[in-house]
Structure formats: structure tokens, C-alpha cells
């Protein structure tokens, strides 16, 4: 069996991703191959961080891995907090303050159309690809839900009448950018 190592420590994400790759691939976290540090992320764009973070665990650790970025691009702040989302508050801030920062930069504005956006980078045998994941919506105006993590109470897809917050993880790992973006590297795998 191939394993592959998945940039990442979050408990939520390998289950998620494990569930959709299949036995055919053993996934490894970022603590089962000894990797205890903070990956580098330092480029411009979400593409860029996915692909930093995935051939600086590829390089240094000499493995086959993949890693993930994700970003929410609100029209009407030019994609802001895009790249920024984990620490749009600033550094070291909670998830809770990210969003009232949202909430406060889009108050009084119509316009609150936004998107999801993940993109996966995968190095295996040293060659690299991409996969991209995207799901549209809107910022509600206040947080609705107590499931999910990060922007999801104030994030509501199109064609839904609640939140990502609201919805059960099953349900939310259907229609998610993750989900869409995991789901391409995982027929990709299996094609291989």
C-alpha cells in the first residue's frame, strides 16, 4: 500500500479525507512522519501557500504528500480576506474575531456575495498537480449555527436557506470546496 502524507494535523480534515481517498492509499499526518513545526506560508496567493507548504514537507522530509489552502474571497472587499483568512484579525487571533472583523468591514453593504475557495497540491514521485475546489454564497448578517469551523455560521451557500454551521458534517462534506478539491485528488489517485 501507497502512503501519502497529508500536510496537516487537523483531526477533521484526515478523517474527511481518508473517508473519500479509499484503502487503496495509507494517508499520514504531519506528527506521523515526525514533522512537528509550522509549515511555511508566505506566498501571495492560496495556490501558492498549498503548493509552498506540500514541496516544503515533499523536500525536507522525503515523502509523497499533499496539502491544502483555503481561502474566503468576498466581492465586495476585491477578495479580501482571501489569502488572509486564518488570521484576517490579525496574528494569533481566534476564529471568533475574524469573523466579527467580517461582520463589521461588510456592515450597511448589499452586495455580500463570497465564495469558498480550496486548492490541494499534490507532489508524488516529484511531480506536482493541483486540484481546486469552489463553492459560492453569502455573508449572512449575523453568525447562524454552532457546527463547523471557522467563517461557516456567517457563510451561506447558494441554493441553501442555512449556514454551513447548520448543516451536518455530512452534508457540508458534500457541497464544501474541501470536499470538491479532495474529491478530484482522490479520482486522481485511484487513476493512477
Not at 484503502?23 to 492560496?46: K, V, W
Not at 496574528?91 to 456592515?107: A, G, H, S, T, Y
Not at 462534506?173 to 474529491?183: D, E, G, M, T
Amino acid at each position: 500500500m501507497i502512503s501519502i502524507c497529508f500536510a496537516t494535523n487537523n483531526k477533521n480534515k484526515l478523517e474527511e479525507v481518508r473517508s473519500k481517498i479509499g484503502n487503496q492509499f495509507t494517508i499520514l499526518s504531519l506528527e506521523d512522519i515526525g514533522c512537528l513545526e509550522e509549515l511555511p506560508e508566505t506566498q501571495p496567493t492560496i495556490e501558492g501557500n498549498s503548493e509552498q507548504k506540500a514541496q516544503y514537507v515533499a523536500q525536507k522530509y522525503k515523502v509523497n504528500c499533499f496539502a491544502d489552502d483555503t481561502g474566503l474571497l468576498v466581492d465586495a472587499l476585491q477578495g479580501a480576506p482571501g489569502v488572509y483568512s486564518a488570521r484576517y484579525a490579525g496574528p494569533n487571533c481566534l476564529p471568533e474575531d475574524n469573523m466579527i472583523k467580517l461582520l463589521d468591514e461588510l456592515k450597511g453593504i448589499k452586495n455580500r456575495n463570497a465564495h469558498f475557495k480550496t486548492c490541494i497540491t499534490l507532489v508524488l514521485d516529484g511531480t506536482q498537480i493541483q486540484f481546486e475546489g469552489s463553492v459560492s454564497g453569502s455573508i449572512l448578517e449575523e453568525k447562524h449555527g454552532e457546527k463547523g469551523f471557522g467563517y461557516d455560521p456567517i457563510f451561506q451557500p447558494d441554493s441553501y436557506t442555512i449556514s454551513f454551521a447548520e448543516m451536518s458534517m455530512a452534508e457540508k462534506n458534500i457541497i464544501s470546496h474541501r470536499a470538491l478539491a479532495v474529491s478530484k485528488l482522490a479520482a486522481h489517485l485511484q487513476s493512477l
